[in-house]
């Protein structure tokens, strides 16, 4: 099949989103060939690529382009009725100023609450509850990441076994710890950060660390208040050579598989589930299909008393005037406001600016530039009050609808919302994408039915069908609602898990490194 020609007796579609808009995405698998006839009279002057923009009407010379319902910028040329808008079309406006933001001006009213709803979690000793059952070994420097992967692998052949109560166990490494300035004042992101993934509930408590003995981060850094010693140190002069090294981890990591494995699944109210939502790969279908269904499910969390996190501080940007309204009080609106302005000065000092976000992916799936990508993004967060912001890094403190910022990298963000403490994560992602954490199990919606079938086997939920009519934002909502209870219960597996597909944790770094 031509990428220039649908398949036979498919009817041209368009999605327009708002009544202000002046553009609306094609939405034919493989796109509409020129000459195209909606039903509505708008002919096609062009081929125009599935979830690319065409022209609802004559856009003059300077003219806003609108999406959403909002200006994703101005047109640079004439752009006549039925043309291809693409992104060398449009230039990008100047990011939302934040000096006159209102704040908590429009907190949605509490819907009623969602009673009843239960997952089957592991309670730890601190209230927190987990999804899975794993002994994670932190590390204080990536000098001693490659002897604990070895440790590690006959841990997996040897012990496990064992104890067949324990997912598994991993390693916690990472490439920070030494040649950085520790004591610089951005030093605190990823040392939080480590000790705050620590403690992801999915954990249990058993904390461990393998350390060099010569690094900057001393390893009784990562082991929490209050907890008994748990470090081994590869230079201790009592350990005489590689062999006994692995046996002092396989000893050490013994004695925690044998608590873990005690533990069992207990009902649990769904306030004590915590949830993250990510894109990745990103389409003009994620703000379509895929983030508003995963908004539609956050809302329902959030009234069953859950607590969910959305991220991606270049992603929320350039929609920041529709966010801080939504703040719960004023002092989470300028903790908005303070994430934002912080990014904007770390990238600025980096040479670059928020137009580097967007992928020659995410342009080829149709998004013109970050304005158009950020509208589409926030949808993930659903309606509800924003109640808390956390600094990159930071753990959870408040239940309900929480802005944990992160960058937008998706390793990096993963491994942040891990640190804050997320049990499960929802990913959703239109160009498609293998990305799955080993710390949480995590959800895979497709902005598409054409992705969702090619990856039958990545991706675990197809969004597309609202695109196609077979199906609404709520029934997909509710869908991911119940699924997402039945991963968190271990009643079922999403496709990363049950390929162990699994990306390295990432740090966020922005201290110098010496």
Request: hydrophobic share 40%; proline share 7%; glycine share 10%.
């Amino acid at each position: 099949m031509s990428d220039h020609q649908p398949p036979r007796g498919d009817t041209p579609r368009y999605i327009r989103l708002h009544p202000q808009d002046n553009v609306a995405i094609v939405a034919n698998a493989f796109g509409l060939p020129a000459n195209s006839r909606f039903p509505d009279g708008l002919t096609l002057a062009e081929f125009v690529p599935q979830g690319h923009k065409v022209a609802l009407a004559d856009i003059g010379e300077g003219a806003p382009v609108m999406r959403y319902g909002e200006v994703i910028g101005h047109a640079a040329a004439f752009l006549p009725r039925g043309c291809w808008v693409d992104e060398a079309k449009i230039v990008m406006p100047e990011a939302p100023g934040m000096d006159e933001l209102e704040l908590a001006t429009r907190i949605p009213d509490a819907a009623p609450p969602l009673e009843g709803y239960t997952f089957e979690g592991y309670r730890n000793a601190d209230g927190t509850v987990g999804t899975k059952n794993i002994l994670a070994i932190s590390t204080s420097v990536q000098c001693v990441a490659g002897t604990l992967d070895f440790a590690i692998r006959k841990i997996r052949e040897e012990l496990l076994p064992r104890y067949p109560h324990v997912d598994d166990v991993i390693g916690l490494t990472h490439t920070y710890g030494c040649g950085v300035a520790i004591n610089a004042p951005m030093a605190s992101v990823p040392i939080r950060t480590l000790q705050n993934l620590a403690r992801n509930p999915n954990f249990g408590g058993e904390v461990m660390v393998v350390g060099l003995g010569c690094e900057k981060l001393a390893p009784e850094r990562l082991v929490p208040e209050g907890a008994p010693p748990s470090i081994m140190r590869m230079q201790d002069e009592a350990l005489h050579g590689f062999g006994a090294m692995i046996d002092e981890i396989m000893t050490m990591a013994e004695q925690r598989l044998a608590v873990l494995d005690k533990r069992r699944r207990e009902t649990c109210p769904l306030s004590d589930l915590v949830i993250g939502v990510q894109c990745g790969g990103s389409d003009a279908f994620s703000g379509v299909t895929a983030n508003p269904a995963v908004g539609f499910a956050s809302d329902l969390l959030v009234r069953a008393g859950a607590s969910v996190m959305f991220s991606e501080v270049t992603e929320v940007r350039d929609a920041i005037h529709l966010l801080t309204p939504r703040a719960v009080d004023q002092e989470v609106g300028r903790a908005l406001i303070r994430e934002m302005a912080w990014y904007d000065d770390y990238l600025e000092q980096g040479g670059a600016n928020r137009s580097a976000n967007t992928t020659p992916g995410n342009k080829k799936g149709g998004l013109a530039n970050i304005v158009e990508k950020a509208l589409g993004s926030i949808v993930k967060s659903g309606s509800c009050p924003i109640s808390d912001v956390l600094a990159p890094g930071e753990r959870l403190r408040r239940k309900g609808l929480i802005f944990a910022a992160t960058p937008a990298s998706d390793f990096i963000c993963g491994t942040l919302q891990l640190a804050s403490g997320i049990t499960l994560q929802v990913f959703t992602t239109g160009r498609g994408t293998p990305y799955g954490l080993a710390a949480a199990p995590v959800i895979k919606v497709a902005t598409r039915t054409e992705l969702a079938e090619r990856w039958s086997d990545l991706i675990d939920l197809d969004a597309g069908r609202i695109a196609d009519g077979k199906a609404t934002i709520d029934d997909i909502g509710w869908e991911l609602f119940h699924l997402i209870l039945d991963v968190a219960s271990g009643r079922k597996k999403p496709w990363s898990d049950k390929w162990g597909l699994h990306n390295a944790l990432a740090l966020f770094n922005p201290g110098p490194v010496t």
